[in-house]
């Protein structure tokens, strides 16, 4: 493992951190970024902070023997999609501010690595990830309006951009991509049941961040999760 750049993650973690809470007070209410507040150690903020940085060591810890340039792409997906996850828990949304440029970065991001690293088949296995997200989650929609919003479609292409990229085949991807919406699904689903019994009584919960937790868990178990072909 490769211990200097544990330490660097973690500690790029601390600033991104900072950052995420202003996103996540601002961005919502579309109020300026500026004048920038203080650091702040309380209630959500410790959370965003402390997540931050566990995130950053696990990534860096699985993308220990990948180009510098693989991981910050899994470092801005994991600090967008906590970032995200904490608004969607607030309030129920999942704004386009945030979603919209990232796509956008992603896209620039993943076909430029793939390209500078001599691997531009790995475009077309992100893409397809990205596709066949995007796709469940739009069918979904459309099917049940009120309980997938559109937020959360257009969030699936990002992290299925990002899962379907690890694939080393169309297989591989789609599997991937799977997994990631199975763990989400069932994740969300548990806590839906649980939070039923404990209430007596139906109530919506946001499901941005069980399929952000399906994203995070299969990139980080990928390899063990689909036999790439």
């Not at 967008?80 to 828990?89: A, K, N």
Request: aromatic content about 10%.
């Amino acid at each position: 493992m490769n211990a200097l750049r544990v330490v660097i993650c973690a500690l790029l973690a601390l600033p991104i951190g900072w950052f995420a809470g202003v996103l996540i007070d601002r961005v919502p209410e579309r109020a300026s970024l500026t004048p920038l507040p203080g650091v702040r150690l309380s209630g959500k903020y410790l959370f965003v902070h402390a997540s931050m940085v566990v995130l950053f060591v696990l990534a860096a810890i699985r993308f220990d023997d990948e180009p510098v340039s693989v991981l910050v792409g899994y470092l801005f997906l994991f600090a967008v999609l906590l970032t995200l996850s904490v608004i969607d828990v607030e309030l129920f949304r999942l704004p386009d501010l945030i979603v919209l440029p990232t796509l956008a970065a992603s896209l620039i991001l993943v076909i430029l690595v793939s390209v500078i690293e001599d691997a531009p088949e790995l475009i077309r296995f992100a893409l397809a990830g990205a596709g066949l997200y995007f796709g469940f989650l739009l069918l979904a929609h459309l099917i049940y309006p009120r309980g997938m919003g559109f937020g959360d479609v257009k969030l699936a292409a990002v992290m299925g951009l990002y899962v379907g990229w690890l694939g080393t085949s169309y297989t591989g991807a789609i599997g991937l991509v799977l997994w990631a919406m199975l763990i989400g699904f069932v994740a969300g689903s548990i806590i839906g049941m649980v939070l039923l019994a404990v209430r007596k009584r139906s109530k919506q919960i946001p499901f941005g961040p069980f399929l952000a937790l399906g994203t995070v868990l299969a990139v980080l178990l990928s390899s063990g999760l689909v036999a790439q072909a």
